[in-house]
């Protein structure tokens, strides 16, 4: 976003119900990896995905 642009969404309220639905309706993808090291050698490496929405927009697609 340019300083030129009005700043419509800086002081936006938004209620969590509210983006939840959001989320829920079009789902999203969560996803990262967790590493344990010690001395830059690699000991456990847990990689995590999730897909978060609604069955009724699972089943829609």
């Known amino acids: 976003m340019t300083t030129a ?3 419509l969404y800086r002081n936006r309220d ?3 119900i509210d983006l939840l639905d ?3 309706a ?3 993808v969560i ?3 967790i590493t344990l090291s010690i001395a ?3 000991l456990v490496r847990i990689s995590l995905r999730a897909l ?3 069955a009724a927009a ?3 697609s």
Do not use: H, K, T
């Open 58 to 60: 699972l089943v829609e």
């Open 52 to 54: 978060i929405a609604s």
């Open 26 to 28: 079009g789902g999203v």
């Open 40 to 42: 830059e050698v690699e």
């Open 5 to 7: 642009e009005p700043d």
């Open 31 to 33: 996803s990262g990896d």
């Open 14 to 16: 938004v209620a969590l």
């Open 22 to 24: 959001r989320v829920l």
